[in-house]
């Protein structure tokens, strides 16, 4: 339950004082939420360039079939660790 105080410069009851600390609760909550939606972009940067590299090093390694793709990952895979 909210309590309302009246404003003592007008005749209103704490609707300008409620409306401006949700104002502020709901920028924060923005803030924090626009932080975790840049970091999340970064890691799909991130990740989509790893694709390019890899899907780059499987076409060096001249991938023919499905079967061949496994055991050229997982050595494309080994050289990127080293």
Do not use: H, Y
Not at 73 to 80: G, H
């Amino acid at each position: 339950m909210e309590i309302i105080q009246q404003c003592p410069s007008c005749n209103s009851q704490g609707e300008i004082t409620m409306s401006t600390e949700r104002l502020i609760l709901e920028t924060k909550l923005v803030k924090e939420l626009n932080g975790v939606i840049k970091k999340l972009n970064d890691e799909v940067d991130m990740l989509t360039k790893q694709k390019v590299f890899l899907q780059s090093k499987l076409k060096e390694k001249g991938v023919v079939n499905d079967e061949d793709k496994t055991d050229n990952v997982a050595s494309v895979r080994e050289e990127v660790r080293i």
